[in-house]
């Protein structure tokens, strides 16, 4: 069973920063392609960024020049840089992935990311 597991969430001021990562259960290399997606409040569940197993990455508009999207292929994780935080970046941050043999998706938990002054 592939598990996907945030941490790096927190309480953070605008303008700050903050790096999630998303550990995975097993090599990164089995997922065709990993991504964040957030869930604020009240709205719907919205791509962040994803990254492919080409290392081809892709970030929602309203993100670009702000967050950026790696991975680590030695310690099996993806993080997630983000920075110039702003109110409307405060939600449920998740790791996604899917896998290059069946074509499944996972998620992780989830990890709460609360900008605020």
């Known amino acids: 069973q592939v598990q996907l597991v945030e941490s790096g969430g927190g309480l953070v001021q605008p303008g700050g920063s903050l790096r999630l990562s998303c550990a995975a259960s097993?090599?990164?290399?089995?997922?065709?392609?990993m991504g964040w997606y957030r869930q604020a409040p009240g709205k719907e569940r919205e791509l962040v960024a994803s990254?492919?197993?080409?290392?081809?990455?892709t970030y929602a508009d309203s993100l670009k020049g702000r967050f950026t999207i790696s991975r680590d292929g030695a310690k099996n994780t993806m993080d997630l840089q983000m920075n110039s935080l702003k109110f409307e970046d405060t939600a449920v941050y998740y790791c996604?992935?899917?896998?290059?043999?069946?074509?499944?998706?996972?998620w992780g938990q989830g990890a709460q990311v609360t900008v605020s002054s």
């Open positions: 990254i492919t197993n080409y290392e081809t990455t």
């Open positions: 996604n992935a899917k896998g290059v043999l069946d074509n499944r998706v996972y």
């Open positions: 097993t090599s990164i290399f089995s997922f065709i392609r």
